[in-house]
């Protein structure tokens, strides 16, 4: 059975920092390119990074350029998103993809809210 289970979310205050986990099992992890995405209240989903299967490539929104760092342990079967210099606006819930060809899994998302 396959599961992506997100944590780490939750209350932060701007400018500050979390790290978002995303636990995967029931399939071949490694083979997998892995991305966060997130939406806000009223918006459409959107990505927000992604890594390549082996690590290899890194993609970021412009938005979250140089405050966000995705990485992944093959190893550990998780994929992480450090968040830093936090804003109001990346205030959503975040969920994590796996992709390979036409492939996708989605896990159910954690909340992050930004504020003072």
């Known amino acids: 059975q396959v599961q992506l289970v997100e944590s780490g979310g939750g209350l932060v205050q701007p400018g500050g920092s979390l790290r978002l986990s995303c636990a995967a099992s029931g399939f071949t992890f490694s083979s997998y390119a892995m991305s966060w995405y997130r939406q806000a209240p009223g918006k459409e989903r959107e990505l927000v990074a992604g890594?390549?299967?082996?690590?290899?490539?890194?993609n970021y929104a412009d938005s979250v350029k140089g405050r966000f760092t995705i990485s992944r342990d093959n190893v550990k079967k998780t994929v992480y998103l450090q968040m830093n210099s936090l804003k109001p606006e990346d205030t959503a819930v975040y969920y994590c993809?796996?992709?390979?060809?036409?492939?996708?899994?989605w896990g159910k998302g954690t909340l992050v809210t930004v504020s003072s």
């Open positions: 890594i390549g299967a082996f690590g290899g490539s890194t």
């Open positions: 993809k796996a992709q390979r060809n036409s492939m996708d899994y």
